[in-house]
Every structure is written in C-alpha cells, then in structure tokens.
C-alpha cells in the first residue's frame, strides 16, 4: 500500500512551516525532490514530514543548515555510532558560548553608556560620542 501523500500546504501546516521554506529546503537539498502529481503539484508522505520536523528542530536549536545537512547524513546509516553526532552538538555548543560570552560584554558595554547620559543636549551626549568612537 502507497503511504499517504499530502500537498505541500499540508506539509507546511503540519509542521508550522511556511511554503516558501519549504520550497526553499527542497532547492538546498535539506529536503529531497518532491514527487509531483500529472498537474505538476509536490507531493509529500510522512516521511517528509519528519525530516522537516527534524530540520525545523535543529534550525531552533541554531544548528547551522551545513551543520543539519550533515546530521542528516548520518542519519542515513542508523547503525554507526553517534559520536559524529555528538562533536557537531559540542562545536555547535562552543560556538553558542562564544556568542554567549560576546553578548554579555555588550550587554555590560550598553549598561555602562545607558547610565553615562547626562540627560543634556545631544550635541554633548556621552552615548552618541561613544557610538561614534566604536569606528575609530
């Protein structure tokens, strides 16, 4: 029996995806080539479904699409271990705590300006010097 086929509206409501994404996943190989009816529409089955689910997922988790397209990859051999798997979650894990580490600083830097303002005029605010200093 032909496993249940679904449109590509369907697809995107089921998995809270806009159309042009997924269309956009299929042009970038995340997603394989869609069978298409005698009109020319993409046709879906469950398995897309949960290949999107997964691509979604590791796109929320800010998993680069390289990154996915990777993890996809290994998902196509289910009987190798996962420690491929797990040094891309842990390069992906050190890049997130550099990104970390940068936003706290900035975070202190803004504190720091936002409390220098001294309410005067524009032409003497502290927080427009310092801005105009970060380029020089």
Not at 82 to 92: D, G, L
């Amino acid at each position: 029996m032909a496993a249940r086929q679904i449109m590509i509206g369907d697809l995107a409501r089921k998995t809270l995806t806009k159309v042009t994404t997924v269309r956009f996943y299929e042009s970038i190989g995340l997603l394989k080539p869609a069978p298409r009816t005698a009109s020319g529409r993409r046709t879906y089955d469950a398995s897309d479904i949960e290949r999107l689910h997964f691509i979604r997922n590791g796109r929320r988790l800010g998993f680069s699409v390289e990154e996915i397209r990777s993890l996809i990859g290994l998902s196509e051999n289910p009987d190798q271990e996962c420690s491929r798997a797990s040094s891309i979650a842990a390069e992906h894990l050190r890049q997130v705590e550099g990104r970390l580490q940068q936003l706290t600083a900035l975070r202190d830097e803004l504190a720091k300006l936002s409390q220098s303002c001294s309410k005067a005029r524009i032409a003497d605010c502290r927080i427009m010097k310092a801005i105009g200093d970060i380029n020089h």
